[in-house]
Nanobody
């Protein structure tokens, strides 16, 4: 699975950005699409997760400011970020989980894939 992410950039505090990520390639299905971020010197952390079934999860630090959208038919996930803060500065990574194609087009092996990071920089 290949992930193409876009939409990062430089914005002032209080501004907005929109990240997009589209999955392509050969796979049976995608179960979860997520966004993670990693700031220099920090571990990669979950920002938002959109499962096929179940609740959408947000990191406490972004709740009420970020919204994750998913277009399953287009294998696309979008992260809408509002009221950005300098502490949101990080490389943002798209992640998908799902299944490879198995016999007779049944779900096969579990798969997970990461996109290249897209940089978000928020100036104070």
């Amino acid at each position: 699975v290949q992930l193409q992410a876009s939409g990062g950039g430089l914005v002032q505090a209080g501004g907005s950005l929109r990240l997009s990520c589209t999955a392509s390639g050969s796979f049976h299905s995608i179960s979860t699409m997520s966004w993670y971020r990693q700031a220099p010197g920090n571990q990669r952390e979950l920002v938002a997760r959109y499962p096929t079934a179940g609740n959408i999860d947000y990191a406490a630090s972004v709740k009420d400011r970020f919204t994750i959208f998913r277009d399953s038919a287009a294998n696309t996930v979008i992260l809408s970020m509002n009221s950005l803060k300098p502490e949101d500065t990080a490389a943002y990574y798209c992640n998908v989980e799902g299944f490879h194609v198995g016999k007779g087009w049944s779900p096969g092996r579990y798969l997970t894939s990461w996109g290249h990071g897209t940089q978000v920089t928020v100036s104070s």
